[in-house]
C-alpha cells in the first residue's frame, strides 16, 4: 500500500514537472502565438440572455431559470465559470459553472464575517475582480472593505476594518469608505475605487495599502497623483499597458491614471451620433486599449477608442436600455457579458449577423409583471394610513420653463403636501445607486431608495438645511459653511416611516417606481383611504389629417372625412378626478382608445372591439412619446400655472415599449355614415363618459379644409 501511494505520488510530481518543463518548452517550439486581430469599431450589437428572469431574489438551478437579487459585479473564473457578485438582499458571489447551473459560491446574508462557503458573510457586494491564480476580490462595499476569495471558496478580509473611514498603512487597519470598485493587475496588485473617499487606492502584495491618486473631497481636476480630484468613483480596469482607467461616475468622466501617476480625463473628439458618455458605471479594456463604458441612465453601451471616439453600442433604441448596466466582462472572442443589477439579469452582447435586424433575443430590463415593492399602503407623507390629495398620476403630458407644452411625460405620482413638511419613506429598503441624492437645490431634487424615488424635497435637511441624519446623509458644505451637497453610501439601509428630507417649494412629492425605462404606475402600489369612483370625463373629439390640420367641415350635423384624403388622427379631449381632489384638479387618463361604428352602432370592419392604443401602466421611455399621445395643444408651460388639457391622439400607439403613430385609414371603409366613439379609463377602471361619439361621413371627393386651429377638439 505504502508503494502505490508513493508510486502516485512520483506521478503527480512528475506531471506537475511536464506541466512546467515540457509546457514552455512546447510553446517554445510552436513559436509565438499571433497577436489577437484589431478590436473593430463598427460591429452592429445584438443582446442575448445569459441569466436571470428578471424577477429579483436568489434561486439556484438552470442560468435562464436562476433568480439573482441585484447582480452587480462580474467576472469569468480560471475554470470557466462566471462569479457574480450579488448585491441588495442576497449579500452573495454567486457562481455560474460551464454547465449552465448557477449555485451559491460564498456568502448566506447580510453581515461581515470570513470563512468558507456560506459561513462568510457580505455587505452589498459590488465589483468583482479576479488574478491569475483564479482568486476572486469583492468591494464589499457596506463593509467598507476588500475581500479575498480562494479557488476553494475561503473567504478573507484583504484590507479594511469594516468601518467607514481614510487610513493609509497596514491592512488590517487601513479603512476605505464604501468602495465599489476594484481590479488587479498582472503582479497581484489589487486597485480599489475608494468611492465615497473620492480616491483611488492600491493594495500592494506586501499588504500596505497607499493612495494613488485623489485628495480630500470631491471634485474634478487632472494632475499628478493626489492633486487630482475624483466624485463618487465607482469601477476600473487595468490596461494592458498599466493604465487603469476610472469610471468617474459623479463627474460624469472617463479618467485614466497612467502608470507615472498622472491622471487625465479622456475627452470625446468624434461621436457618432452625437453621443456623449453620460454616467459611467462600469468599464472593460479590450488588449488594444478599446474600451468598453456601461452608462448609468439610460442604461446603454458605448464603445470609446482611447484617441477620441466613441459610439453607442447598445441603447440607440429604447428597446435596449438596461435598467441599472453595473458590470462588463470582455470575453476573448470579442464578446461582452453584462450584468444588469436593476434588471435582475445577465446579457451577453454579440455581433449581429447578416440579417438579423433584431435589436434582442430576449427581454431586457426587469419583468413588467414584477411585484412591487411591499408597502403596505402608505403614503409618503405624514399621516402615512390616511388620504392626501393625488395632484398628478403617470402618462400626464408636461411642459417646461422655455414654452414648450408637451416637453415630457410625467413619469410618476405626484401626492399634495405642505412645504417643509417630511417626506418618509413608504418601504424597508436600502440605496442601491451610487448616486442616490441627486440635483441638490433644485426643484427636481431627490433621493432613490432601491426601487423607489422620491422627488421635490432637501435631500436629507430639515426646512433651515440641517441634517436630518449625519450618519446616513453626508451633507458637504460650501465656503462659507452652507450645505451644497448630499451624499448617501450605497448599502446605507432606511425602514419604512423614516424621513428622506422635507418638501421644497413644489408643495408636492413625486414618486416614481422602477429605473428609468422600465418605470411602472405607481397607483399600483395601493394607498390606504385612496378611492375613485369618479368616471373620466370625455368632453369631445377632433379629426386630423396627417399633417396636422384639422377635418371639421359639416354637413347634417355630421363630419365630412374624405376617404382618399389619407390617414385621419382621432384627438380625444378628455380628463379625470379621483375622490377628495378639490374640483379643478385635473388629472390625466389611464388608458385612451377609440372605435369605428357604422351608423347602426355595430362595429365597422376592423374595430370589433375599440383599440385601446394609449395605456399608462408602464411609462413610455421614449422621449417622442409625448407628442405622440397628445395632440399640439396638449399641456401647460409649467406645472400649476394653469390647467392643464389633456388631447389625446387615440389613433397612435403608445404602450409601454410600443410607441408608432397609426392613423385611422377611411379608404379601408366604404363611403357613408359612420360613428367615432372614444374611450377612457382610469387606473381604477372607471370608464368614461361625457362626448363621447363623433358622427362622421365618409366621401369620396376631396374637401377644402377650414382654417380653424389646429388639434380643437369639436364640442
Excluded at 20 to 29: A, C
Excluded at 138 to 163: F, S, Y
Excluded at 627 to 652: C, E, M, P, Q
Amino acid at each position: 500500500m505504502r508503494r502505490a501511494l508513493v508510486a502516485v505520488a512520483a506521478l503527480t510530481a512528475l506531471a506537475l514537472a511536464a506541466t512546467f518543463l515540457f509546457g514552455p518548452l512546447r510553446d517554445w517550439l510552436r513559436g509565438p502565438l499571433p497577436p489577437p486581430p484589431p478590436t473593430s469599431f463598427d460591429w452592429r450589437a445584438r443582446i442575448a440572455p445569459l441569466a436571470g428572469t428578471g424577477l429579483r431574489g436568489v434561486r439556484d438551478g438552470h442560468a435562464l431559470e436562476a433568480r439573482f437579487d441585484e447582480p452587480w459585479g462580474l467576472v469569468r473564473g480560471a475554470d470557466g465559470s462566471l462569479f457574480v457578485a450579488d448585491g441588495g438582499e442576497a449579500n452573495r458571489i454567486r457562481r455560474i459553472a460551464p454547465d449552465g447551473r448557477v449555485g451559491t459560491f460564498a456568502g448566506s446574508g447580510e453581515g461581515f464575517a470570513d470563512g468558507i462557503g456560506a459561513q462568510a458573510r457580505f455587505h452589498t457586494p459590488s465589483s468583482l475582480a479576479v488574478d491569475r491564480l483564479g482568486n476572486l476580490y469583492v468591494a464589499d462595499t457596506g463593509n467598507h472593505a476588500i475581500r479575498k476569495i480562494t479557488r476553494n471558496g475561503a473567504v478573507t478580509t484583504l484590507a479594511g476594518t469594516g468601518i467607514a473611514g481614510f487610513r493609509d498603512g497596514d491592512a488590517a487597519l487601513a479603512q476605505f469608505h464604501a468602495p465599489m470598485g476594484v481590479a488587479v493587475d498582472d503582479a497581484g496588485r489589487v486597485y480599489v475605487a475608494d468611492t465615497w473617499n473620492d480616491r483611488i487606492r492600491v493594495i500592494e502584495r506586501d499588504g500596505r495599502v497607499r493612495t494613488l491618486a485623489g485628495g480630500e473631497g470631491a471634485g474634478f481636476a487632472s494632475g499628478p497623483g493626489m492633486l487630482a480630484r475624483f466624485d463618487t468613483p465607482t469601477a476600473l480596469a487595468v490596461a494592458g499597458d498599466g493604465t487603469l482607467w476610472v469610471a468617474d461616475t459623479g463627474n460624469r468622466a472617463l479618467r485614466r491614471l497612467d502608470p507615472d501617476g498622472e491622471v487625465r480625463t479622456w475627452v470625446p473628439s468624434v461621436r457618432e451620433g452625437g453621443i456623449d458618455p453620460g454616467r459611467p458605471l462600469a468599464v472593460a479594456v479590450a488588449h488594444d486599449g478599446v474600451l468598453y463604458v456601461a452608462d448609468l441612465s439610460p442604461g446603454r453601451v458605448l464603445q470609446v477608442d482611447p484617441d477620441g471616439r466613441v459610439r453607442a453600442l447598445t441603447g440607440v433604441d429604447p428597446a435596449q436600455w438596461f435598467a441599472r448596466p453595473s458590470a462588463l466582462w470582455l470575453e476573448a472572442d470579442g464578446s461582452l457579458l453584462l450584468a444588469d443589477a436593476a434588471g435582475h439579469r445577465l446579457h451577453r452582447i454579440v455581433p449581429r449577423v447578416i440579417g438579423d435586424n433584431a435589436l434582442a433575443d430576449g427581454p431586457v430590463g426587469p419583468r413588467p409583471d414584477r411585484p412591487l415593492p411591499d408597502t403596505r399602503g402608505r403614503w409618503p407623507l405624514f399621516p402615512q394610513d390616511a388620504w392626501h390629495e393625488v395632484v398628478g398620476t403617470l402618462g400626464e403630458v408636461r411642459g417646461n420653463f422655455s414654452g414648450e407644452r408637451r416637453s415630457h411625460l410625467h413619469n410618476g405620482l405626484d401626492v399634495r403636501g405642505d412645504v417643509g413638511a417630511s417626506v418618509l419613506l413608504i418601504a424597508d429598503a436600502k440605496v442601491t445607486s451610487p448616486l442616490a441624492a441627486f440635483s441638490f437645490g433644485g426643484q427636481a431634487e431627490g433621493v432613490s431608495v432601491d426601487e423607489l424615488t422620491y422627488l421635490h424635497m432637501r435631500a436629507g435637511r430639515t426646512p433651515q438645511g440641517r441634517n436630518l441624519d449625519p450618519a446616513r446623509f453626508l451633507m458637504e458644505q460650501d465656503e462659507d459653511g452652507r450645505p451644497s451637497r448630499v451624499r448617501i453610501a450605497r448599502g446605507t439601509r432606511f425602514r419604512a416611516g423614516e424621513p428622506l428630507g422635507t418638501i421644497n417649494a413644489q408643495a408636492h412629492v413625486h414618486l416614481i417606481v422602477g429605473p428609468h425605462g422600465h418605470q411602472h404606475n405607481a397607483i399600483r402600489l395601493g394607498f390606504r383611504g385612496y378611492v375613485d369612483t369618479v368616471p373620466p370625463r370625455i368632453d369631445g373629439i377632433a379629426l386630423l389629417d396627417e399633417d396636422d390640420r384639422p377635418i371639421a367641415t359639416r354637413a347634417n350635423g355630421r363630419v365630412r372625412v374624405p376617404r382618399n384624403g389619407g390617414g385621419v388622427q382621432v384627438v380625444v379631449d378628455a380628463w379625470d378626478q379621483v375622490d377628495g381632489n378639490l374640483p379643478r384638479r385635473r388629472l390625466g387618463l389611464h388608458r385612451v382608445g377609440y372605435q369605428v361604428l357604422r351608423a347602426d352602432g355595430t362595429p365597422a370592419p376592423g374595430f370589433e372591439a375599440p383599440a385601446m392604443n394609449l395605456d399608462f401602466s408602464r411609462m413610455p421611455a421614449h422621449p417622442d412619446a409625448v407628442k405622440l399621445a397628445y395632440a399640439a395643444d396638449s399641456g401647460i408651460t409649467v406645472h400649476g400655472a394653469a390647467r392643464t388639457r389633456f388631447l389625446y391622439v387615440a389613433s397612435n400607439r403608445v404602450r409601454a415599449g410600443e410607441l408608432a403613430a397609426s392613423h385611422w385609414q377611411p379608404s379601408q371603409l366604404p363611403p357613408g355614415d359612420y360613428l367615432v366613439r372614444a374611450f377612457g379609463e382610469d387606473a381604477s377602471g372607471n370608464a368614461a363618459i361625457g362626448a363621447r361619439d363623433l358622427p362622421v361621413t365618409l366621401v369620396d371627393e376631396a374637401l377644402p379644409l377650414p382654417e380653424t386651429e389646429t388639434g380643437r377638439a369639436s364640442r
